[in-house]
């Protein structure tokens, strides 16, 4: 028997079982499939069984033992949806929005995303990689064991190669999953926004092919909306990305409708992400692709924006995952236990809805569905354990972190809400 840990009395061991194939859409993403009184055996990182505590507790004897009693015990949380990476933050937009400036107006006149673009280039590796480390820790903290890590603040090959290898550090370093979008079009150059054709040809021609070369990337994202970039530039972007094995991501319809749910269905995009604004048909369009909906409620809220219509794209087949779009313009947060609060309250999700959205279905949303986002056999050892009663209180009491343990690959990483 090799190093194995034995968690039991979970007052609710939520499994997630039997989502690992597709993602879970309409009914099933309220199926939990909740075991009261459950037990989880752990052995060499790996989950080995699922099931009651009186059941587990008699099959296996453990190195280590965790009582879970009076708590709920999930997979560890997945956040499909950030931009880890970076330098910098933008208080100072903030103020300015509370007293009538638009995010557009700022981001033409040279903040924004622009600003944030400013700091990554002039940082260093070493303090890209400090200032990141820290959110990593803090995601860790609250729950999370994989987070989705995207480029797009260097707009140059030399800086966004810089994030992406930043990214690569920590996935080697830290213990949390680090899965990587090279975003080389997040925005146009402010030098540029008048021809973005050159520039756009180097993200297809340049950056691509050695963030692909280099095997620093899955995913290729682009940004687009009005003023940034248009569908056909960002059909031409993705396409180029599939070419050299990148798969499509897109950040759709955040600010106005612009048929980027119905691009992302067009290009096979695995998702589609924000979509305050998608249209009917776009979100038809998703569900007949099989395109998850990532949802950013932290975004609209941040933005004080209309919220993104979770329920419509739930009851219309589209497979729902969450994430709190972690970047310092528009989401400054890294708690997605506040996040699926918001799902709850402000986007008429079901308590069972915002646990399968930050879980399988975000784990489906980068491609990790085989290793994580269920309690299943041979997936990784990676839950999270909650001081709560039932996951109902988890979406009821907003705001605050229940967070107890964090075990990642079956490491026990945050112990009574500390990192270990």
């Known amino acids: ?148 890590a995207k480029s797009g603040y260097g707009l140059t090959l030399e800086h966004e190669m810089k994030q992406l290898e930043v990214a690569k550090k920590l996935n080697e370093d830290h213990p949390v999953d680090i899965i990587s979008t090279f975003m080389g079009a997040h925005a146009i150059p402010m030098a540029e926004k008048e021809n973005p054709e050159p520039f756009i040809d180097r993200v297809i021609n340049e950056m691509i092919p050695k963030a692909a070369e280099q095997k620093l990337a899955v995913f290729n994202d682009v940004f687009c909306e009005r003023g940034v970039f248009t569908p056909d530039q960002s059909k031409r972007i993705l396409e180029a990305g599939k070419e050299h094995g990148l798969i499509p991501k897109i950040h759709a319809d955040e600010i106005e409708p612009y048929a980027g749910a119905e691009l992302a269905a067009s290009v096979g995009a695995i998702s589609a992400d924000h979509l305050l604004k998608a249209s009917e048909q776009g979100i038809k369009d998703m569900a007949e692709a099989g395109v998850i909906g990532v949802l950013l409620p932290g975004t609209a809220f941040f933005l004080m924006a209309e919220f993104a219509h979770a329920r419509k794209m739930i009851d219309a087949g589209v497979a729902v995952a969450l994430s709190t779009d972690a970047n310092p313009g528009s989401s400054p947060t890294i708690s997605l236990p506040f996040i699926m609060n918001l799902g709850c309250l402000k986007m008429g999700m079901t308590p069972e809805e915002v646990i399968t959205a930050t879980t399988i279905n975000a784990a489906h949303a980068i491609g990790q569905a085989k290793e994580a986002g269920s309690l299943e056999a041979g997936k990784k050892a990676d839950l999270t354990i909650f001081d709560v009663p039932n996951y109902l209180t988890l979406s009821y009491q907003y705001g605050m972190n229940h967070v107890d343990t964090v075990i990642k690959g079956g490491k026990p990483l945050v112990v009574g809400g500390q990192l270990q």
């Open 1 to 148: 028997m090799g190093d194995s840990l034995l968690i039991k009395n979970a007052a609710q061991l939520i499994t997630m079982k039997g989502h690992s194939d597709k993602p879970a859409v309409r009914s099933a993403m309220s199926d939990l499939d909740v075991i009261e009184n459950g037990a989880v055996y752990i052995e060499e990182g790996k989950i080995f069984e699922a099931g009651p505590s009186e059941e587990i507790c008699a099959k296996y004897e453990a190195d280590k033992q965790i009582d879970a009693s009076g708590k709920v015990v999930t997979p560890g949380l997945i956040d499909p949806h950030t931009h880890l990476v970076h330098a910098g933050t933008r208080e100072n937009e903030y103020a300015m929005r509370l007293k009538g400036k638009t995010y557009m107006e700022i981001m033409e006149a040279g903040g924004g995303i622009h600003a944030t673009t400013r700091a990554t280039q002039e940082a260093s590796h070493e303090e890209l990689y400090e200032q990141s480390k820290k959110r990593l820790n803090k995601f860790l903290l609250h729950g999370v064991t994989t987070v989705e």
